[in-house]
């Protein structure tokens, strides 16, 4: 298990970028691939990006492919999500997630971080 805590949402101006920051308490942090996702309002829980324990693939989902780009510092238990281009419909809650390789469900999760596009 570890435990992750996620900073750098904020109220940004469309066409801006913000950079998100997920931080993991343990020592297994490069055991874990990382992910991001999202909660607008109204809406289910979207998958963003996700990065392989050694940060050597990731994978985007279509709707931020081109404009986020995910990435991990294994000496500072840190993944990244920086946002370009930004949209009003970027909009929502943004959350990290951890689980080893060998499991399929996301089973670690963050409190999650606002974003907030205005047009």
């Not at 990382?34 to 989902?61: C, Q, V």
């Not at 281009?85 to 399929?104: F, G, M, N």
């Amino acid at each position: 298990q570890v435990q992750l805590v996620e900073s750098g949402g904020g109220l940004v101006q469309a066409g801006g970028s913000l950079r998100l920051s997920c931080v993991a308490s343990g020592r297994t942090f490069s055991s874990y691939v990382m992910g991001w996702f999202r909660r607008a309002p109204g809406k289910e829980r979207e998958f963003l990006a996700r990065i392989i324990s050694t940060g050597g693939d990731t994978h985007y989902s279509d709707s931020v492919k081109g404009r986020f780009t995910i990435s991990r510092d294994n000496a500072k238990n840190t993944v990244y999500l920086q946002m370009n281009s930004l949209k009003p419909e970027d909009t929502a809650v943004y959350y990290c997630a951890a689980r080893l390789s060998s499991v399929y469900n996301y089973d670690n999760w963050g409190q999650g971080t606002q974003v907030i596009v205005s047009s």
